[in-house]
Structure formats: structure tokens, C-alpha cells
Nanobody, 123 residues
Framework: QVQLVESGGGLVQPGGSLTLSCTASGRIFSVDSMGWYRRTPGKERELVARINSGGSTSYADSAKGRFTISGDNAKRTVYLRMNSLKPEDTAVYYC?????????????????WGQGTQVTVSS
């Protein structure tokens, strides 16, 4: 069974930094892409950043210049380094992966979500 395990959330002061990590575990044939989304109360879940297996990245406008996504293909892990955090970055951050489990090689990649990790930016 495929699982995405997140870590690194917490409380940080405005202007501070945090690094989130997410590891995909289980019997996995291949990983196409991994990324981070976030949701705040009353809002839809939104993309923060994504990275594909080739290393190409994309960012939400709100994350550009402050957040950096990186990945380790061998470890099936994605990181999100968040600098210059603002109170409006407060949200539950969810890891997302598009991958092919070994059991589903024939049907192809599927989307998986982590359980979410809380990031709170407050003084």
C-alpha cells in the first residue's frame, strides 16, 4: 500500500523558515511528480509547488522567490523549503504524488495525498 508521510510543520514567527518533507513509501514502480498544496479554512486547496521526475519545477505566484521545492528520486522524497514566511502562509500543507504502484503497472499512474501537516506563522 502506498503512503505519503509528511513531516516538518509547526509554529514559526513571521520572517522565519521551515522545511517540509514528504516520503512516498510502499511498492512503487515509478514516481512522475510530487508536490505541495495547502488549504486554509474557507478556501479551496491550492497548489504551492510541484517537481517532476526530471527536476522541472512550478510554483504558485505566492511562493515564487520565497519557497524552494526539491526532490530526491532515490529516496522518493520531496522537500519544501519555506523562507520569509508570512502569517498568510498559515495553512495545512498536503503532500501530493502522481505515481505508479507496482500492483497497478498496467493501469498507470494514480494520485495520492498525505495526511497534511499544519504550518502556523504567528508572533
Amino acid at each position: 500500500q502506498v503512503q505519503l508521510v509528511e513531516s516538518g510543520g509547526g509554529l514559526v514567527q513571521p520572517g522565519g523558515s521551515l522545511t517540509l518533507s514528504c516520503t512516498a513509501s510502499g511498492r512503487i514502480f515509478s514516481v512522475d511528480s510530487m508536490g505541495w498544496y495547502r488549504r486554509t479554512p474557507g478556501k479551496e486547496r491550492e497548489l504551492v509547488a510541484r517537481i517532476n521526475s526530471g527536476g522541472s519545477t512550478s510554483y504558485a505566484d505566492s511562493a515564487k522567490g520565497r519557497f524552494t521545492i526539491s526532490g530526491d528520486n532515490a529516496k522518493r522524497t520531496v522537500y519544501l523549503r519555506m523562507n520569509s514566511l508570512k502569517p498568510e502562509d498559515t495553512a495545512v500543507y498536503y503532500c501530493n504524488a502522481v505515481l505508479t504502484p507496482i500492483a497497478l503497472i498496467v493501469t498507470g499512474p494514480r494520485e495520492y495525498w498525505g495526511q497534511g501537516t499544519q504550518v502556523t506563522v504567528s508572533s
